[in-house]
């Protein structure tokens, strides 16, 4: 379990991802300002922060190049607008982890914070190799987003990746298909959709039928 504060405005997007960081075990703290957010970041209680740029009173890279200049390390993963290029590299350039593409989808925010906890927890710091999951033998490498198979490369269409990712991060765990549906499938869905079947059917075809049981009743569960 982490403390995490989400800095973002846009209630909907804050609300989001603090229910998915709570779902998973984690404290989640929301600051939709920028001058609250640096205070909240800076009093040393948060294990990690996610931090939008488009903030009122100031915005994220000030928020950030403050933290970093007052010598916090805390593993901060930026929010920018889509195809922000210019963003995304004042981000990096200004002491940011790692970034997120807005729109986003939570299974890979999910990952991207579980890799940089994993990093912060054992020292290693962003070159410290922990950018993959291993799993029921196969491979995710969250980097170049290529999949082995017991050595085998198989290939993963981009929802099919966001799919294994969420699996393997919560193997051994029973995973509804509202679950499923929101963290890979995005904010809005509908509940009677049998496209997580479908996807978990690709992902047998590619990973082998026992790699993901059926939980009658319940969901579906990645078998470590």
């Not at 890279?61 to 916090?72: A, M, P």
């Not at 049998?194 to 049981?213: M, P, Q, T």
Request: proline share 2%.
């Amino acid at each position: 379990m982490a403390s995490i504060l989400i800095v973002e405005d846009e209630e909907r997007i804050a609300s989001f991802v603090a229910k998915g960081l709570t779902a998973e075990g984690h404290v989640t703290t929301i600051r939709g300002d920028g001058p609250s957010g640096l205070d909240e970041a800076l009093s040393g209680l948060h294990d990690l922060v996610v931090l939008d740029i488009g903030l009122p009173g100031m915005d994220g890279l000030e928020v950030l190049d403050q933290l970093r200049s007052q010598g916090s390390t805390v593993p901060v993963i930026v929010l920018t607008a889509r195809d922000s290029v210019t963003d995304t590299v004042a981000a990096l350039e200004g002491g940011a982890d790692d970034y997120m593409a807005k729109p986003f989808r939570f299974a890979e925010l999910l990952a991207r914070v579980r890799v940089r906890l994993r990093q912060s927890q054992s020292g290693n710091g962003s070159g410290g190799g922990q950018d993959s999951l291993h799993a029921g033998g196969v491979d995710l490498d969250l980097r170049t987003r290529r999949a082995t198979v017991d050595g085998r490369q198989v290939d993963l269409s981009a929802r099919e990746f966001t799919l294994a990712e969420i699996f393997m991060l919560n193997a051994g765990h029973v995973l509804s298909r509202e679950q499923l549906l929101d963290h890979v499938w995005g904010l809005d869905f509908d509940p009677g959709s049998n496209v997580v079947d479908v996807y978990v059917g690709y992902l047998r075809r590619k990973f082998g039928a026992g790699a993901i049981s059926t939980v009658r009743g319940m969901g579906y569960r990645f078998n470590a």
